[in-house]
């Protein structure tokens, strides 16, 4: 669904309650452009309470002219619910705009009635989807899995980014951003230092962190898509066959446009990403098969397992037999070998087709699921 949306509303001279509202002000002497800003306040950071982004803008337009505008930047869900691991449904539109039209008046004294914000504008938009695996699957095998697919001939890139020790795989260009990212993995950066981490105003959430770190065979993927600016929207939008949208907060509220703009980014990556190696006997993939089907390993088993299968790709049995009874003794050598011979279940591809048939039900889900 949506997570962070700019809306813009239009003034047709300065408004009255901007001469009251603190915010960081600059003046351009050149363009004449006029800016002020107004971010959360330390002291509601501290409590957890979240605050949308205020910029107003005045653009001169010549011949004594300006145009006045509200930017308004915030994470619905995050409104809501002070957190973003909850997603919110096409049924809840009525009460975010009620929502976000009491927070600006009791946070900055701004009277915006619901029925201006439902016709705002949008210039920029976030369509995420959580995505929950209860069987101990690393988001870093997935961000892995993805990384290697070849996507020269689909996005003009500026910079694409595996970072954070393979938590988050990051396709950025000037108006598009498209990420995928263990969102777990990524509060916990945020708790050092916010700029370490892909997801802003983590503050609301921190809380939560104790409590999900507990939830061990829980783990939660989230695929995500950044557009930016009226142009990038409205050819994004026609990518997917919308033609008439008027990109207003209403319109651009809806599920189905979510699910189509995730689907249609999520299947240039996936049908790219070369499927064989998948789930071969590499030792990464391995050491991923096995624990995935018997979690309660050790970690010193596991890898003898993946020594002991790596062994007999080149080795026939009965020199691996001497070689272990060697080194180590034969009920070593019985134990491991017991857990080794069944070739473990591959798991690769069926969990990149977990996240497809994800996108295609946007089921929504809520911090209960998690904990």
């Given amino acids: 669904m949506i997570d962070t949306v700019k809306i813009i509303l239009s003034y047709s ?25 107004t971010n959360p306040s330390s002291g509601f950071k501290k409590r957890g309470i979240y605050q949308p982004r205020l910029t107003y803008t005045e653009r001169p337009l ?46 900055y004294s701004i009277w915006l009635f619901p029925h201006l914000l439902v016709k705002a504008g ?36 500026q910079n694409t980014n595996f970072k954070n020790g393979g938590h988050i795989y990051h396709i950025h260009s000037n108006s598009l951003d498209v990420a995928m990212y263990d969102k777990i993995a990524d509060l916990k950066q945020s708790k050092v230092s916010e700029k370490r981490s892909y997801e802003k105003d983590n503050y609301t959430q921190l809380s939560l962190l104790d409590e999900l770190e507990k939830k061990k065979p829980v783990t939660v ?23 008439d949208n008027g990109l207003t907060f209403k319109e651009m509220f809806s599920t189905d446009i979510s699910r189509k703009m995730l689907l249609r980014h ?29 979690p309660d390993m050790k970690a010193r088993e596991a890898l003898a397992v993946v020594t002991l299968k790596l062994l007999s790709k ?9 070689l272990m009874e060697t080194l180590f003794s034969p009920s070593q050598y019985r134990r491991l070998r017991h857990k080794s011979r069944e070739p473990p279940n591959a798991t690769q591809l069926k969990t990149l087709i977990h996240v497809t048939n994800a996108l295609r039900a946007m089921t929504p889900v809520s911090i209960d699921d998690y904990l």
């Fill in 221 to 243: 993927a989230r695929f995500e898509v950044r557009l930016n600016g009226k142009r990038k929207i409205r050819n994004e939008l026609s990518a997917i066959g919308i033609t």
């Fill in 122 to 157: 949008v210039r920029k938009i976030d369509y995420s989807k959580n995505i929950i695996f209860t069987d101990y699957t690393p988001v870093s095998s997935i961000v892995s899995s993805i990384s290697k697919a070849d996507i020269s001939r689909v996005y003009d890139t």
């Fill in 62 to 107: 010549g011949q004594y002219r300006k145009s006045y505008e509200l930017a308004i930047e915030l994470s619905l869900p995050k409104l809501m619910f002070n957190d973003s691991f909850t997603e919110l449904t096409d049924d809840t539109f009525v009460d975010v705009v009620k929502k976000l039209s009491e927070t600006i008046r009791t946070t």
């Fill in 314 to 322: 080149d080795h026939e049995e009965r020199y691996i037999r001497n």
């Fill in 13 to 37: 001279q300065r408004p009255d309650w901007f001469e009251k509202a603190r915010s960081q002000r600059s003046f351009d002497m050149t363009s004449g452009l006029f800016k002020a800003v």
């Fill in 266 to 294: 999520w299947n240039n990556i996936f049908d790219r990403i070369p499927k064989v190696p998948l789930d071969g006997d590499t030792p990464e993939q391995l050491l991923l098969n096995i624990t995935k089907a018997e």
